[in-house]
């Protein structure tokens, strides 16, 4: 899953709207932000496997640190006390651990069954969506579409970046998802991770950039 976990940073601000767009993405991303840099110091692996599912070519035979559930789990406390003991808003961090914790579970139901619920000799689950290309990309396209909705609706443009930047944005993510869908096998590993870090890196600081342009709406009266 690739737009569905920035469709849950999106949705995200609508129930910690003190928090920035960019660190809920980076939440419900953040299992991914740790594998690239995984793979690179050689704690995970992957196989280049065409194939392996229509959706993807990767063989993700081992990924325990970053993806499995009981370090899912780990990683989400981890992250939302950090932010806690750094903001006090309870709000975010609550919704932080929540993100994190979603991407286990939002890869689980994309994924061939090599979820691992801990390190070690642990079983594995994935219900496979990714066998089936229409259905990997109407799922996530339309998590995205609602995601993008309750933001614009939980928040405001206050100039031009806050509304083009933010357009520019999601319209980026659409082109990346749909291009990467119908493009051939990387030919190494080095075309997952060094692409993985520095494309996390800028649409994280592109997420902050246009979210500091955008002011939350009030809450509505009762």
Excluded: Q
Excluded at 2 to 15: E, L, Q, T, W
Excluded at 107 to 123: A, F, K, N, Q
């Amino acid at each position: 899953m690739f737009i569905g976990h920035f469709a849950v940073g999106f949705a995200g601000k609508k129930f910690a709207p003190r928090s920035s767009v960019a660190t809920l993405l980076v939440a419900a991303l953040f299992l991914d932000v740790l594998w690239p840099i995984f793979l690179l110091l050689g704690w995970e692996h992957v196989r280049i496997e065409p194939g392996n599912t229509r959706f993807t070519p990767f063989d993700l035979w081992d990924y325990p640190w970053s993806h499995s559930l009981l370090m899912s789990i780990a990683w989400a406390t981890l992250f939302a006390f950090a932010y806690h003991l750094l903001t006090r808003y309870r709000e975010g961090a609550v919704v932080i651990w929540i993100a994190v914790l979603s991407h286990w579970v939002l890869d689980w139901i994309t994924h061939r069954p090599d979820m691992p619920l801990y390190p070690g000799p642990s079983p594995r689950f994935g219900l496979g969506l990714w066998n089936s290309i229409s259905g990997t990309m109407v799922t996530e396209i339309s998590m995205l579409a609602l995601a993008v909705w309750l933001y614009a609706h939980t928040t405001s443009a206050r100039d031009r970046i806050g509304r083009y930047a933010f357009g520019g944005y999601v319209l980026l993510l659409l082109i990346l998802y749909v291009g990467d869908g119908f493009s051939g096998p990387p030919n190494s590993t080095d075309e997952i991770i060094w692409p993985g870090i520095v494309g996390l890196l800028l649409l994280t600081i592109w997420a902050w950039w246009f979210d500091r342009h955008r002011v939350a709406n009030p809450a509505p009266k009762e």
